[in-house]
């Protein structure tokens, strides 16, 4: 498996997986072309010669906002996701980050069980934050 910089072409790919991801943030090629261009921080990891996930975040002050995130469902489980957290968070090391953040779907339970076994805790909740359903988002952090 290959983690690398998130490229403009791979935002094709990266839509195709957020297509079956519909727990996701929907976003729009534009936004993956602005990671590509450096406006947010991005990156994919390739394997067997096919994109399989992929990670936006942004640095906020002294924090890291992880922003979206999948994997394609069938490289789940394989360790994707968590070289990809653990790039972005050595980013966050480069500006003394102290904390990680992002919200995720209340019913996202799969992504609840990955960010806790990463040391991640529930610490608020915003309701009605997502659409198409309309569903709380709830509020992550964690130490770093």
Not at 15 to 34: K, N, S, T, V
Not at 71 to 88: Q, T
Request: proline fraction near 2%; include cysteine.
């Amino acid at each position: 498996m290959t983690i690398r910089a998130l490229e403009s072409r791979d935002v094709q790919a990266i839509l195709a997986i957020q297509a079956a991801c519909p727990e996701i943030a929907q976003w729009a090629a534009w936004d993956y072309d602005r990671v590509a261009r450096g406006e947010m921080a991005g990156w994919v990891a390739e394997e067997e010669a096919e994109l399989a996930g992929f990670l936006v975040a942004r640095r906020l002050s002294s924090e890291l906002e992880i922003l979206n995130f999948a994997v394609e469902s069938e490289w789940r489980r394989c360790g994707i996701g968590a070289k990809l957290l653990e790039e972005a968070l050595r980013w966050a090391q480069t500006f003394q980050a102290t904390q990680a953040i992002l919200e995720v779907r209340a019913s996202n339970l799969s992504a609840l069980r990955f960010y806790a076994s990463h040391k991640f805790e529930v610490v608020g909740r915003r309701p009605r934050y997502y659409t198409a359903p309309v569903e709380d988002a709830l509020l992550l952090t964690a130490t770093l």
